[in-house]
């Protein structure tokens, strides 16, 4: 089956610094790489997804590439604010399938 | 309109009970899909449903069952609880059962078994 890696487990930055996740993935179907926070205690939440016929999407500070030859996606946090705090998930799901295989987390934590 | 809400939030059962937690996904959302969160890793998938009928299931023993009602809500059984069971149950919604976009994830259940 699938399988998603995810580094690093813990990233540390100062504020207004980048931030920068990067996940591979095992399975050559996988079509669609969503990205979640989530914050202590709540739900993940869709902070950006990209589909493998494109390879970087950007929505503000947050940016999202994708190198579907390698099989691994990135997620880059420009200019991080202390409430990026968070722990990062990356994601992926073939394309017949509605399950989404989770990578194991990044904790990011942004200082002051 | 209300998210994906699920109840409990919280509770606490000992090694062999019976847990039941419950999902009510976003209205017009038919795809209902259930998550185990062990603390410290990603949610790993258990079942999804779709107009009431199982089409995916995850690596889990038979002690874990789940089933949809005609409103599209859905309940997660455990039975025979086991310590390893103890995790944040999360529940999610989405339109339709392929290629279903983004994932809307309720609060989630969090069990604790003594």
């Known amino acids: 089956g699938e399988n998603v890696e995810q580094h690093p487990s813990t990233l540390s930055v100062q504020e207004g610094d980048s931030a920068v996740i990067k996940c591979t993935y095992s399975d050559s179907a996988s079509n669609y790489f969503p990205w979640y926070k989530q914050e202590l205690g709540k739900r993940p939440q869709l902070i950006i997804d990209i589909r493998s016929n494109v390879g970087e999407k950007k929505d503000q500070r947050i940016a999202v590439t994708l190198n579907k030859t390698a099989k691994h996606f990135s997620l880059h946090i420009t200019e991080t604010q202390p409430e990026d705090s968070a722990v990062y998930f990356c994601a992926a799901r073939r394309f017949n399938a509605s399950k989404l295989t989770f990578g194991t987390g990044t904790r990011l934590q942004v200082t002051l | 309109d209300a998210g994906v809400t699920q109840s409990p939030t919280h509770l606490i059962k000992t090694r062999g009970q019976h847990v039941t937690l419950r999902c009510s996904p976003i209205s017009g959302h038919k795809s209902v899909s259930w998550y185990q969160q062990v603390l410290g890793q990603g949610p790993q998938f258990i079942f999804q449903y779709y107009e009431k009928e199982e089409r995916g299931r995850g690596n889990f023993p038979d002690r874990f069952s789940a089933r949809q009602f005609p409103n599209y809500s859905s309940e997660l059984n455990v039975n025979a609880l086991l310590l390893g069971d103890s995790a944040l149950y999360l529940c999610?919604?989405?339109?339709?059962?392929?290629?279903?976009?983004?994932?809307?994830f309720g609060e989630g259940s969090r069990l604790t078994v003594l």
């Open positions: 999610a919604s989405s339109l339709r059962l392929l290629d279903t976009g983004e994932l809307f």
